[in-house]
Every structure is written in structure tokens, then in C-alpha cells.
């Protein structure tokens, strides 16, 4: 390189460097909690009877994601997935780890997270709203954490600080799920002295004295209003507003009680759809609305005991459909399911002066790929075992027209993965891949009590374990053509569906999805596991007679 050329050569990295750092957005991230595809209007349209017209008009204002999953249809390891970019069964056994909201951590899941990412590029961060992800307590007899042992006069050793956010106040488990005390910091708030519960599941735990479920959807909001509030236009910011609705107990704030035409789950739904108002108000507050990138997404699909009843009943979704609402929209099922009603979500990206308004996106995206992207925007370097499955999207926020970068995506029901290849989804289980001990999985057909015993019928002779991977045990589907995933193309594709099955394994024994050296899971990953008590005594008493009798 000549002197002349070396001078433009760093000419061109310092501006390079000046822009990225003049350019670092804000980025704020909303994530509701069992909110339906169909329950937000712009994705339902006429099958959605809920006025949600923030969400709406932040959708107008940039682009709407078409074909986006989180990596499970229940909570917990969605939100590990969001917050490692890694997929949730690499993760290990919980650890001091007691009921529902005394839920403990996974070893490593704090090692690599979205508040340390942001960290390391400058950033201000915070965490407001539903955790979820594993605290460690203090306890008075140094067992396990659980209903009797918590001394809430000490502060968390395990939480959101560990994860790296300098500013958080959270609710560890969720709404239905004790203790219901908020955690600022580490450190517990109030008085938890009462015994409370709201939830039909007979959850009733310790709880701080004044803490009300019809409240906490305010207290957070009045906390991310003012988190934006304390930042300065110099130093950027992101913010993580992790919603408990509408997850039950449906119980929406006094002021929000009759605002739906459909009920006190509407009014619940509108009330989610007010963060985006709260949140949009409080950036144009502070001049911050011009370079911040807001996003908004659901962990899964809509519950089927949720509905017009406070608490969780079964299937009380039928009730809603039987009104002109589909919280699925035009998918098949709900959570717990390996159906795209659970596994298919909302996600809205808006960015006044980079995307432009009104776009849709139909590229392939997983909520595990927030890591990558968020990387990406903020210029930090991912180390090589950092988020091991996300690919970013940034490509897609600056041109939802361009190609997506994502081919494939491994999803999960509570019992059984699911592989998304193109335009192709093959379900590993017969039917919904609910848990066959769960009333409240209800609603989810076929469960699988059902499922399972008509493809044992349907199979003949020895049955082995690597059965199990082939028709009638497995569903394929084309998304694209059959939204509604009616018609099951397993049987007649047996070399896609053994392709599939090639690229799971791949992902598996690699222990990361994207390119790079190989890595180790934290524990021993099976697609088919016959021993899981979730799957029906009928499948291993096949199994053993095939064995016993050798046929
Ligand atoms: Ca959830």
C-alpha cells in the first residue's frame, strides 16, 4: 500500500467508525405474554374483534414480519432463546430450583446475554417487566427455594444484574405464578407478607401486601416511562419491557374494564396495546423518538384456557371463536402446541428515518435472532461461541424486501421439536405434541392420547425408536400453501422428512446452527425421547412388546 493510499485507507475506517458511533440507535423491545397472531387487528383483520390501533399504527409506520416464531410455544424457553440467541434445549436442569415463580436459573444462560451485548457497545440498560428466566434466593434453611423458605428481606444473588442490565424491576415468574412481589435490582420491593392468587390453577403463594394483579401492568409502564425518561439524547439506551398480559389471570386495570366490544380478554389485549402508547409518548417526551428502533413481539400463540372468565379455564378460547375472535388467527392450535397457533407470533419493527412505512416482511425470522441483529446495529463483534443460533436481520429492518438470511429454524412444542426448512415445517410427534398430563393443554387437537394411538394402529409390525422418525409419527407440512396445516404430506415425502430429520440431527450433535467450530450442549439432546412421561404409556408398551416379543 502506497503512503497515499494508507492515508485514504484510514480516512475511510475512521468515518466508517464516526458513523457507527453517531448512528448507535436506542432500541426499545416489547414483548407481550400469550398474545395471539390473530388478537393484534393488523395481522387478524376480520377474524380479530379487538381494537388495537397503537400496534396497529406502529405497523404503518414501519414493517410487519409475516412468517416470525419463537423457538418454543411456552414462556421459559422462549425468553432464554430471546435473551442468549442460543436454542433453549442446549440449556442444562434448572438449579435451586422450587415452583412457578421460584423457578431457579439454567447454568450458563446469564453468560451471554442481550444486556451484556448492549454493554459492551456503551449502552444503557434495563429490564422492566416479567422474568421468568431464573432468580436465585436467599433461603432460611439453605434449601431450595419455594413457598416457605425465601427470606425476601435479602436480595436476589441471581437475577437480572448478573445478566448484565444496570436498571431493572421485574415479577420472577409471571402473573399466575407466586411470589407476586416485584424485584428492583436485585432487591425485593415491599413487605412479602400476604398470601395471595388470582389463577384457577390454585396458585396461591406469598405475595407483597399491596401487590394487586389488575395493577401490575401500570406499575410497569410507569417504571419503562421512567427509565426513558432518566436517559440523555448522548448515551444510547435499550430497554426490555417484558409484558404478564394477556396471559391469565385476565384481569385488565379498572380503566380499561368494558373498553373492548369482546370482553374482559379485549380489554386486556387493549391494554397490552397501550404500551406501545406509553412507551412511544415517553420517547417524543424526551426528544429520543427519532433514533430509536422499537420492536414488539408475543413469546407464543394465545393460551386455550384463556378468555372472557378471570381465571384459567379450559378451553375457554372456543368461547372467544364462537364471538368472531380467533387468537390464532387462520393457524391451528394454541400454546403448548406444535402448531403455528402457537408457534407463529406478531413482530413489528418501527425506526422513524430507516424503515420506511407500511412494509411487510414474509422473510423467515426466529426471536432468537435478536442477538445477532442487535449485534449487528450496535457494531459488537459476536464471540465465536456467543449466540450460536441467531442470524441477524438488520437486512430485513433496512430492506424487507431483500432476501431473508435465515433457511431454516428449529421450533418446539412441550414435547416435541419441530423443523421449519423453506417453505417446509415437519412436526416430530403424531398430532398437537401437548403433554398428555396437562388439562390445561386442552384444545390443542389432536391431544395426544389420541394422536398417538391412531399412528400406532396405523403402524405395523416391530416398532424401534428410529420409527419414531418416520410417518405416521411425524406431520409435514407446506406453511405457504396450507396455513392451517390440514394436510399432512409425511407419508408421501419420505425423503424430505428424512432430510429434515438430517438437518435437526446436524443442528443437534453441532451444538450451534450457525457456521463456525463445534460446539457442546449442556446436556444429552434426544429428538424422540419414549421415556418422557409427557408422551402416553401406550408408545412405550408398544416399544417393549416389539422388543420382548421380537417382532
Ligand atoms: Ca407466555
Not at 432463546?81 to 446469564?110: D, H, K, L, Q
Not at 454493554?119 to 434449601?143: A, E, I, N, P, Q
Not at 402508547?277 to 433514533?291: F, I, P, T
Not at 431473508?404 to 398430532?431: H, M, Y
Request: hydrophobic share 35%; with cysteine.
Amino acid at each position: 500500500m502506497n503512503p497515499s493510499m494508507r492515508i485514504q485507507f484510514v480516512l475511510t475506517l475512521l468515518l466508517t467508525w464516526g458513523l457507527q458511533a453517531a448512528s448507535k440507535p436506542n432500541i426499545v423491545f416489547i414483548l407481550a405474554d400469550d398474545l395471539g397472531i390473530g388478537d393484534v387487528n393488523c395481522y387478524g383483520g376480520e377474524r380479530c374483534q379487538i381494537e388495537t390501533p397503537n400496534i396497529d399504527a406502529l405497523a404503518a409506520g414501519g414493517v410487519r414480519f409475516t412468517d416470525a416464531h419463537p423457538n418454543a410455544s411456552v414462556c421459559g424457553p422462549t425468553r432464554r432463546a430471546i435473551m442468549t440467541g442460543r436454542y433453549p434445549w442446549r440449556f442444562g436442569s434448572t438449579v435451586n430450583n422450587g415452583p412457578w415463580g421460584f423457578c431457579g436459573p439454567r447454568p450458563n444462560t446469564e453468560k451471554s446475554t442481550l444486556g451484556k451485548l448492549f454493554k459492551k457497545s456503551g449502552y444503557r440498560t434495563g429490564y422492566v417487566g416479567k422474568w421468568h428466566l431464573g432468580t436465585t434466593m436467599v433461603t432460611k434453611d439453605g434449601k431450595n427455594q419455594g413457598l416457605t423458605n425465601v427470606d425476601f428481606t435479602k436480595p436476589l444473588i441471581h437475577g437480572p444484574v448478573q445478566f448484565g442490565f444496570d436498571y431493572s424491576f421485574i415479577l420472577p415468574g409471571s402473573l399466575d405464578m407466586y411470589p407476586y412481589a416485584y424485584a428492583r435490582n436485585n432487591v425485593w420491593q415491599g413487605e412479602v407478607t400476604a398470601q395471595k392468587g388470582w389463577s384457577a390453577f390454585n396458585r396461591v403463594g406469598p405475595a407483597e401486601k399491596d401487590f394487586q394483579d389488575h395493577e401490575v401492568l401500570e406499575t410497569f409502564y410507569t417504571e419503562a416511562e421512567a427509565f426513558i425518561g432518566r436517559q440523555k439524547k448522548e448515551d444510547p439506551f435499550f430497554l426490555f419491557l417484558a409484558l404478564t398480559a394477556p396471559h391469565t389471570p385476565t384481569s385488565p386495570g379498572v380503566k380499561w374494564r368494558g373498553k373492548s366490544k369482546l370482553g374482559v380478554y379485549g380489554d386486556f389485549v387493549m391494554e397490552v396495546d397501550h404500551s406501545i402508547e406509553r412507551v412511544m409518548s415517553a420517547l417524543k417526551a424526551k426528544g429520543l423518538d427519532q433514533n430509536t428502533l422499537v420492536l414488539f413481539s408475543s413469546d407464543h400463540g394465545s393460551a386455550p384456557y384463556a378468555g372472557n372468565i378471570l381465571k384459567a379455564t379450559p378451553v375457554q378460547i372456543h368461547q372467544l371463536e364462537a364471538k368472531g375472535h380467533y387468537p390464532s388467527g387462520p393457524h391451528r392450535g394454541y400454546k403448548f402446541s406444535v402448531y403455528e397457533g402457537g408457534l407463529r407470533v406478531p413482530l413489528i419493527a418501527h425506526w422513524l428515518g430507516v424503515i420506511a412505512q407500511g412494509q411487510t416482511c414474509d422473510a423467515l425470522v426466529g426471536l432468537n435472532d435478536f442477538m445477532a441483529t442487535f449485534a449487528e446495529l450496535t457494531g459488537v463483534k459476536l464471540e465465536k461461541d456467543q449466540a450460536p443460533d441467531s442470524i441477524s436481520f438488520a437486512n430485513l429492518l433496512k430492506d424487507p424486501k431483500s432476501k431473508g438470511t435465515r433457511k431454516n429454524l428449529i421450533l418446539q412444542s412441550v414435547t416435541a421439536f419441530a423443523v421449519r426448512d423453506g417453505e417446509w415445517k415437519l412436526c416430530v410427534c403424531p398430532g398437537s405434541g401437548s403433554n398428555i398430563n396437562s388439562p390445561n393443554a386442552n384444545g390443542n387437537d389432536p391431544m395426544p392420547g389420541v394422536a398417538w394411538a391412531k399412528a400406532l394402529a396405523a403402524f405395523d409390525g416391530k416398532l424401534n425408536e428410529t420409527d419414531l422418525l418416520k410417518a405416521p409419527f411425524v406431520q409435514l407440512f407446506n406453511v405457504a400453501e396450507d396455513p392451517h396445516e390440514d394436510k399432512n404430506l409425511a407419508a408421501e415425502n419420505p425423503k424430505r422428512v428424512s432430510q429434515m430429520i438430517g438437518l435437526l440431527k446436524e443442528q443437534i450433535q453441532h451444538g450451534r446452527s450457525t457456521s463456525g467450530a463445534k460446539l457442546k450442549n449442556d446436556k444429552n439432546v434426544r429428538i424422540v425421547n419414549p421415556r418422557d412421561r409427557r408422551l402416553p404409556d401406550s408408545l412405550r408398551q408398544r416399544l417393549s412388546a416389539s422388543r420382548s416379543k421380537g417382532l
